[in-house]
């Protein structure tokens, strides 16, 4: 760590001990942001952490429907997002007002929203998954047919998995798209003993090419295995951070250098530090939509992982 980044965290950690906050970070932040974080993980583990949470002020470094999530489970704390601009470009693919028109065209479908939405589709949806569990989340539904948002990509893989009829809404990760078949080919040539490792994220041609298709968190997991000793990682590169600490002497290859979440990367030790000094941006979702929102939720924590 240099000079500069040392100074920064000591600030942000005394300011944090003064305000009663937690960090919560997604394994797709900078590793500087991981190394400050009270707990690093997927949608799911975030979710779960903020529900516990007994903190006052809960920091996330993450994107916009994530605080969203730790304010529909915790209304009484106050949610800091350091950058209000960390959107995530698929969330904002699917609309309230689109999804409740599409709703009308299958007034049978059951709607199950990747967690990768804003609060207020997720107030439309029956139930929300996320990429840990959305296999175990539909095959609980006992209707026929399923209407699902946003990501047509995890929506489609699991409808490998589950064989059910699902209605996907053409939404997609673009980070996740520019993990290309040809990279991986290329890659199984130059490490044939690596294990290639993707996210639901990625296209059909990618997860059909992959040894293992997994959540961020279930990446981590399988990474410890004794006898995963390289491996190509499918997903967003930030990932590769906590991999190689945790991991240390194992190998662990980005299946693409260009598999960078922008959004993610709008999150900085210098946004932190600011964000608690000014206690801004707050993220509060609206009472009468968290109500509605967090029934959805609820019903996924319940449910659970499946990986
Ligand atoms: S990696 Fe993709 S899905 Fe995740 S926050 Fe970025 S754009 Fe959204």
């Not at 699917?94 to 028109?101: C, G, I, P, Q």
């Not at 709607?111 to 949806?125: F, G, L, M, P, R």
């Not at 000793?229 to 190689?244: A, D, S």
């Amino acid at each position: 760590m240099g000079n500069r980044d040392a100074e920064l965290t000591e600030k942000i950690l005394s300011l944090k001990k003064r305000r009663n906050a937690v960090f919560l970070a997604h394994n797709y932040q900078l590793g500087e942001v991981q190394n400050i974080a009270d707990f690093v993980g997927d949608s799911l583990e975030l979710s779960q952490n903020a529900a516990k949470t007994d903190a006052n002020v809960i920091v996330f470094c993450g994107v916009h429907f994530m605080a969203e999530i730790a304010s529909i489970l915790c209304p009484d704390r106050i949610v800091l997002l350091p950058d209000i601009n960390a959107g995530c470009p698929m969330a904002d693919m699917v609309t309230a007002k689109r999804l409740k028109e599409r709703k009308q065209k299958f007034p049978s479908a059951a709607v199950v929203c990747y967690i990768n939405s804003s609060a207020e589709v997720k107030a439309e949806s029956n139930v929300c998954c996320t990429s840990a569990n959305a296999v175990k989340v539909i095959e609980s539904l006992d209707t026929e047919e399923i209407l699902f948002v946003p990501d047509q990509y995890l929506g489609h893989y699991v409808s490998t998995k589950t064989g059910k009829k699902m209605i996907l809404w053409p939404g997609f990760c673009p980070t996740h798209l520019r993990i290309r078949p040809e990279d991986l080919t290329r890659l199984r040539q130059e490490y044939p003993q690596a294990k290639v490792v993707v996210h639901p994220e990625c296209r059909p041609e990618v997860i059909n090419l992959a040894d293992e298709v997994l959540s961020t968190g279930g990446i981590c997991r399988y990474a410890r295995r004794e006898n995963i000793t390289q491996m190509i990682v499918g997903t967003e590169i930030g990932i590769i951070h906590r991999l190689r600490k945790e991991n240390p002497g194992k190998r662990f290859i980005p299946a693409s250098e260009q598999a960078i979440c922008p959004r993610m990367k709008l999150i900085t030790l210098e946004k932190i530090l600011w964000s608690l000094e000014e206690m801004t941006p707050q993220v509060k979702v609206p009472e009468e939509i968290r109500l509605k929102a967090k029934l959805a939720v609820d019903r996924m924590l319940q449910i659970g992982r499946a990986e």
